[in-house]
Nanobody, 125 residues
Framework: QVQLVESGGGLVQAGDSLRLSCAVS????????IAWFRQAPGKEREFVSG????????FYADSVKGRFTISRDNAKNMVYLQMNSLKAEDTAIYYC??????????????????WGQGTQVTVGQ
């Protein structure tokens, strides 16, 4: 059973940066794709970024490309989401997820079996 715990959310101003962390435990880290999703108030949960090391892919949503960077620390079983130039529309609960999607399904949340509890990111004007 894989467990994921997010941290690092908070209240920031537009233009600021924030780094989210996801601690992964209970499974073989390299076996899984790890992704970040987010859900804004009144909206459906959406894909933000994800990677699968063994398959060699990394993807970003168009809305965050160039501003967000996903990375990993194998030694610590940690995944990070560095978020720069934050905008009000980035306000959401951010979730870390693990699964084994094929590259073509990387953005589909139903391909991810394990989810964290989420961390709130609020970006003020």
């Amino acid at each position: 059973q894989v467990q994921l715990v997010e941290s690092g959310g908070g209240l920031v101003q537009a233009g600021d940066s924030l780094r989210l962390s996801c601690a992964v435990s209970g499974g073989t880290f390299n076996n899984y794709a790890i992704a970040w999703f987010r859900q804004a108030p009144g909206k459906e949960r959406e894909f933000v970024s994800g990677f699968r090391k063994t398959a060699g892919w990394t993807f970003y949503a168009d809305s965050v490309k160039g501003r967000f960077t996903i990375s990993r620390d194998n030694a610590k079983n940690m995944v990070y989401l560095q978020m720069n130039s934050l905008k009000a529309e980035d306000t959401a609960i951010y979730y870390c997820a693990a699964g084994t999607p094929a590259q073509s399904a990387a953005r589909r949340q139903n391909m991810y079996y394990y989810w964290g509890q989420g961390t709130q990111v609020t970006v003020g004007q």
